[in-house]
Nanobody, 125 residues
């Protein structure tokens, strides 16, 4: 059974940092694209960043470039999202997901077929 378990969310002041973790199990970690999405209240879920566990190629949406860093630890089967210089507009539930479609770097939800339960990130002003 594929499982993705996120952790690391919380309440932080603007300008602060958080590191999210996504622990994967139930599938071969190598050879997939794992992404982070977020959904703010009243808004659609959007792709934030993704990484190929094969070659480390990454993608970031424009609004987080220079502030967020995605990485992975193959031995721990974990993908991290280091979030620095957080802004109130980063407030959302953050989800990790495993890409299953042909174009996961497009970061469309339909390109991802397994999802975690989400972790709340709240940035106060």
């Amino acid at each position: 059974e594929v499982q993705l378990v996120e952790s690391g969310g919380g309440l932080v002041q603007a300008g602060g940092s958080l590191r999210l973790s996504c622990v994967a199990s139930g599938f071969t970690f190598n050879g997939h694209v794992i992404g982070w999405f977020r959904q703010a209240p009243g808004k659609e879920r959007e792709g934030v960043s993704c990484i190929s566990t094969s070659d480390g190629i990454t993608y970031y949406t424009d609004s987080v470039k220079g502030r967020f860093t995605i990485s992975h630890d193959y031995a721990k089967k974990t993908v991290y999202l280091q979030m620095n210089s957080l802004k109130p507009e980063d407030t959302a539930v953050y989800y990790c997901a495993v890409g299953g479609g042909p174009n996961p770097f497009m970061m469309k939800q339909y390109e991802y077929n397994y999802w975690g339960q989400g972790t709340q990130v709240t940035v106060s002003s």
